[in-house]
């Protein structure tokens, strides 16, 4: 059975998707009706912007999804047994299995994009990567610590993402050092993504959700909440509502979908991060990207 996963925030690179606006018609009509839709060109970020230009969330979270959506329209033979997505990569996950119109999933994901900036405006957060320890250990240590400090990706064994405040996230990363992380740092974020510190943006995603159309999809999606499948309709949307505040469940996902039968996974999107991932959660099954 062959799965499909999207990427999500940190994915990007200068001159993304140029190569399939310049390489196919459907795709080029297909990024000018999003700059339509979004009301300014992101295709001239995405080809020419620095690095900090696509770092902005507002313009990062739509560009990542533009890019996986189109990408997947160009597989002649795009069948998914299941998808699922890395946080953003969700809603690209459920376009390509039908449940969200290409439309629609990107106005949604730029009212995410917009919510969740706003979140980290009024919250100064951060987040930190955690090398080289167990899950429980790494919760464990964020329990102990006052403020808010949470498990936020769990990514793959021994590789786990906390998110917080900025004192907790550096109390946290002493802590975690001294009870033998191999690495505890800080990343280049803007906020305190799938975290406590969303709820504000948790609370607005929520509105645009319950006001858009959603369709019974063609496969089950593999959700971020509890790594579990899902193609109830209702059940996606409140998965997708809950997915702001709680942890991104990657490596149950995955370890889940091997679990019903999954034996290949197809990167939709820029970047490899996610097959690299993939190969440390199951090592045994085949994994690739979709090159055009």
Not at 110 to 135: F, H, I, W, Y
């Amino acid at each position: 059975m062959k799965a499909y996963v999207f990427p999500g925030q940190g994915a990007q690179f200068s001159g993304m998707g140029k190569d399939l606006y310049d390489g196919n018609e459907k795709a080029k009509s297909m990024f000018e009706a999003a700059n339509d839709i979004l009301g300014f060109r992101i295709t001239d970020i995405m080809f020419e912007g620095s690095a900090d230009d696509l770092k902005q969330t507002k313009v990062t979270q739509p560009a990542i999804f533009l890019h996986s959506v189109i990408l997947a329209t160009q597989v002649s033979d795009f069948k998914p047994d299941m998808v699922a997505g890395h946080s953003l990569g969700e809603f690209s996950a459920l376009v390509a299995n039908q449940c969200l119109t290409f439309e629609d999933g990107l106005k949604l994901v730029s009212q995410r994009a917009d919510a969740m900036q706003k979140a980290c405006e009024v919250n100064p957060s951060t987040m930190a990567a955690v090398l080289g320890l167990e899950d429980s250990k790494v919760e464990e240590i964020c329990a102990a610590i006052e403020g808010t400090v949470v498990a936020a990706n769990y990514n793959c064994p021994g590789q786990l993402v906390i998110s917080g405040s900025n004192e907790a996230i550096t109390e946290a990363c002493e802590k975690l050092k001294e009870a033998g992380a191999r690495r505890a740092l800080p990343l280049a974020v803007g906020g305190a993504f799938h975290s406590p510190l969303m709820e504000p943006a948790r609370v607005e995603l929520e509105a645009a959700i319950k006001n858009t159309t959603f369709s019974t999809p063609i496969c089950p999606v593999y959700q971020n909440v509890n790594g579990q499948a899902a193609s109830d309709i209702e059940v996606i949307k409140e998965n997708l509502i809950a997915q702001l505040t709680a942890p991104v469940k990657w490596t149950q996902s995955v370890q889940q979908m091997v679990s019903d039968g999954a034996t290949e996974f197809v990167e939709c999107g820029p970047g490899k991060v996610l097959q690299g991932l993939v190969k440390k959660i199951a090592a045994e099954v085949e994994v690739s990207g979709v090159t055009i």
